[in-house]
């Protein structure tokens, strides 16, 4: 097993720890002091190769996000895929009226449809809002290669409006990771960035609508990046 995110549960004062083996998707809730809450539970056991799963909690509806890529659909593409996980490590599916598919691992949601490969996914969630901004690479296999992408979804999950460019230079970019500023409610995304040459790690804030935000002049553009060297 691979692990590739711990996610803290402010609710419960639990911790998720997400990781990989053998292709699928795992989780495994924690106490305080880092033992085991209950059995390990499938989140994505599709047969595919999924990797890079990492996630955030929703502190409204005390419930995790869970992101990861995933190679379900064949071929050389690659989609961002989700799953809503609750304080119990029970699958959440917001289109199941029933409750019945709560613990079915066939319930994750598709987060990107590109023609690409998208990779690389980060999450994170505005609690004054309730909504999520996920940020992933993207690559169109063009000669731009490697941009990184944001897709805003709502407080289940579901994809909100449509994807957007958090940074498209002409030169690779790679690794995004997001953040939420709860004060005043809006995101920091950074990421590493070679349009200088050597890599270097480049920033840029999103609204909570997925606008570009430019405190340069304390406005709006439609594209900033800060090098934070």
């Given at each position: 097993s691979v692990v590739y995110d711990l996610i803290y549960d402010s609710a419960s004062n639990r911790y998720l720890a997400v990781y990989t083996r053998s292709g699928d998707i795992f989780g495994q809730l924690l106490d305080a002091d880092g033992s085991a809450y209950g059995e390990e539970f499938a989140i994505c056991s599709n047969s595919a190769s999924n990797a890079g799963p990492t996630g955030t909690f929703d502190t409204v509806n005390n419930r995790f996000l869970v992101v990861w890529t995933d190679m379900r659909d064949g071929g050389a593409?690659?989609?961002?895929?989700?799953?809503?996980?609750?304080?119990?490590?029970?699958?959440?599916?917001?289109?199941?009226?029933?409750?019945?598919?709560?613990?079915?691992?066939?319930?994750?949601?598709?987060?990107?449809?590109?023609?690409?490969?998208?990779?690389?996914?980060?999450?994170?969630?505005?609690?004054?809002?309730?909504?999520?901004?996920?940020?992933?690479?993207?690559?169109?296999?063009?000669?731009?290669?490697?941009?990184?992408?944001?897709?805003?979804?709502?407080?289940?999950?579901?994809?909100?409006?449509?994807?957007?460019?958090?940074?498209?230079?002409?030169?690779?970019?790679?690794?995004p990771k997001v953040i939420n500023d709860s004060e005043n409610n809006r995101f920091l995304v950074v990421w590493q960035d070679e349009r200088n040459g050597n890599w270097d790690v480049f920033g840029q804030i999103v609204t909570a609508t997925g606008v570009i935000y430019d405190h340069n002049d304390d406005g709006y553009n439609q594209y900033n990046a800060d090098n934070f060297g």
């Open positions: 593409d690659s989609n961002i895929y989700g799953q809503l996980v609750d304080t119990e490590g029970d699958l959440y599916d917001p289109d199941d009226s029933d409750g019945t598919d709560l613990t079915d691992p066939t319930v994750n949601m598709q987060l990107t449809t590109d023609i690409s490969s998208d990779v690389f996914p980060s999450v994170a969630f505005d609690e004054t809002n309730q909504v999520y901004l996920l940020v992933y690479v993207f690559d169109d296999f063009t000669a731009n290669p490697d941009d990184i992408y944001g897709q805003l979804l709502d407080v289940n999950g579901a994809v909100s409006g449509n994807r957007f460019p958090v940074s498209a230079d002409t030169y690779p970019q790679k690794n």
